[in-house]
């Protein structure tokens, strides 16, 4: 039987990236690039019974050429 998930999203540092504007459900986010690159959100899978347990965790990785990328997190 499949574990019941939620999503978790961890904003990184204050100052790696900020939130520049929030409407409804949408959030603008302003990342800060350092040589090139900025730490985006880490994005988490949680046991809907256990929050705190988390099932998998990727990061964000945000280039200043537009690219994104997804990178297992720790």
Known sequence: MPIKM???IIMPS??????ENQEGG???LKPTYF????AGPIVQFVDE??????????????????????????
């Open 14 to 19: 204050e100052g790696d990236m900020g939130l």
């Open 35 to 38: 040589g090139g690159e900025c």
């Open 6 to 8: 939620l999503v978790k």
């Open 26 to 28: 949408t959030l603008l």
């Open 49 to 74: 019974q256990d929050p705190k347990k988390v099932v998998s965790s990727y990061r964000l990785k945000i280039k200043n050429t537009g690219e994104l990328r997804l990178a297992k997190a720790d």
